[in-house]
């Protein structure tokens, strides 16, 4: 009796499927046809005729130089004069560079230094919300010169990097090239905003929780298979100062960090890791993540093991100038010496010291997106580096962290032509980099 209900039945459910499947297949005159925003690169070639031009491998400037560009690559780059009527983009009164490449930005925070910011964004704006800022906030990085971002989590907007990575990717909205770790993870109890909060009270949390060994791997198998570039953890939390040592307790065991590591790279992603002090910066370089975020203090000893193992040191020097500054402004006081920025600074000079690889980022979205994270590079030469030793960690080192140095980070025959350009001379003057005149990415020009 049974079987004579369950034929019809599944062959009812299969045709069915069928159809629904058909529906979601439309050919190409059914799809959707979104408005795009950006165009596709000119055709015919471009030529760009650069005052000066700082081309990301030389510590120099070389003067009158002309860039060719076929489409979205560089096809020369010399100091041929264009052929005529050739189509012209003239620079003569500037500097060229290749476009920045920012290794650490929200582009989901609009700030959260400051008391409420953070939960403000959490608990009264919906995720759709706040994609439609993290847009704007991608306009912006594109605006201030930067081509290439490194988005380090969205604080509680799930993977919704990964749709706007996609949606600049689809030419829809203007943005830089983008990688995305989606959620960081964190250990139960460490993130906001759950700690904040009455313990009877519901609240979002900025990360995805992630305990034990297991959890880890299964944590890691799942966001990775939403699409995300990177994986991020954040190694610690807190923070006091004693002995000249930013001292942090650890968030995930050694043993949980390794695990994360190893399933990100069996899947061939890599981990970036939040670690500020102490001991969080030792269980990450012990357990061999691929990035250093923050890194306020490094021990010696962590500081070679980074370099044997060639771990990127992310430092983020001016949201804490940022935090002095408002924090002053506020007080109606002048700026007051801050221990943790001397230790930072410290920690800076001697990782530059010791040949640790360092590349530009800024947190950016911890302070607004309306200033340029350039000024960073105005401390980050203020603590040592030559002009040109700091452009190159926003230019080629960040095209290195993110494994793309074959495409970007260089004004070169064959890369992608994301080009900006600047009054001036930046190696005399670095601010500079503060106030973009020109950007083209991928050909295409964005700002003139
Ligand atoms: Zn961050």
């Given at each position: 009796m049974l079987k004579k209900f369950l034929i019809p039945f599944c062959l009812f459910a299969l045709l069915s499927g069928f159809a629904l499947a058909q529906n979601i297949a439309e050919d190409a005159d059914n799809a959707p046809r979104p408005v795009k925003l950006v165009p596709p690169p000119p055709a015919g070639p471009v030529y760009i005729r650069c005052g000066a031009l700082f081309d990301g491998k030389s510590d120099?400037?070389?003067?009158?130089?002309?860039?060719?560009?076929?489409?979205?690559?560089?096809?020369?780059?010399?100091k041929l004069s264009p052929p005529a009527g050739a189509q012209i983009v003239d620079l003569s009164t500037l500097t060229c560079l290749p476009g920045m490449v920012e290794s650490h930005t929200h582009v989901f925070l609009q700030g959260d230094r400051k008391p409420g910011q953070y939960d403000a964004q959490l608990l009264k704006q919906s995720v759709a919300y706040r994609a439609i800022e993290a847009t704007t906030a991608a306009h912006a990085a594109l605006d201030w010169g930067f081509t290439t971002i490194r988005d380090l989590e969205t604080e509680g907007a799930g993977y919704a990097d990964v749709d706007v990575r996609n949606a600049i990717n689809n030419r829809l909205v203007w943005g830089p090239r983008m990688q995305v770790v989606g959620r960081a993870m964190d250990v139960t109890?460490?993130?906001?905003?759950?700690?904040?909060y009455a313990w009877d009270v519901m609240v979002p949390i900025g990360v995805q929780t992630v305990d034990g060994v297991e959890g880890a791997r299964k944590a890691v198998r799942e966001q990775l298979s939403h699409g995300t570039d990177w994986v991020k953890v954040y190694a610690d939390r807190g923070g006091r100062i004693h002995d000249n040592i930013n001292d942090t307790i650890p968030t995930f065991t050694l043993d949980e960090l390794r695990a994360i590591v190893d399933e990100a790279h069996r899947e061939h992603h890599r981990v970036a890791a939040h670690a500020t002090g102490l001991m969080g910066v030792h269980d990450a370089v012990e357990a061999g993540v691929d990035t250093l975020e923050h890194g306020n203090y490094i021990a010696p000893e962590d500081m070679k093991t980074m370099v044997a193992k060639g771990i990127w040191f992310v430092p983020t020097p001016y949201v804490a100038e940022y935090d002095v500054q408002w924090r002053a402004e506020r007080a109606g006081t002048q700026p007051k010496e801050s221990p943790g920025l001397k230790i930072e600074e410290d920690t800076f000079r001697r990782a530059l010291q010791a040949g640790v690889k360092i590349a530009f980022g800024t947190d950016v979205g911890a302070f607004e997106w309306d200033m340029s994270p350039a000024r960073q590079l105005v401390t980050m030469v203020k603590w040592g580096m030559t002009p040109a030793q700091a452009l190159h960690t926003a230019t080629i080192r960040g095209a290195e962290l993110m494994q793309m140095q074959n495409d970007i980070g260089t004004v070169e025959a064959g890369k992608y032509a994301d080009i900006i350009a600047v009054q001036g001379n930046p190696l005399n003057d670095i601010s500079q980099m503060q106030k973009i005149s020109f950007v083209m990415k991928g050909g295409v020009v964005f700002k003139k």
């Open positions: 120099q400037l070389e003067q009158n130089i002309v860039i060719t560009i076929e489409r979205d690559r560089i096809k020369q780059v010399s109890g460490a993130y906001p905003l759950q700690p904040a």
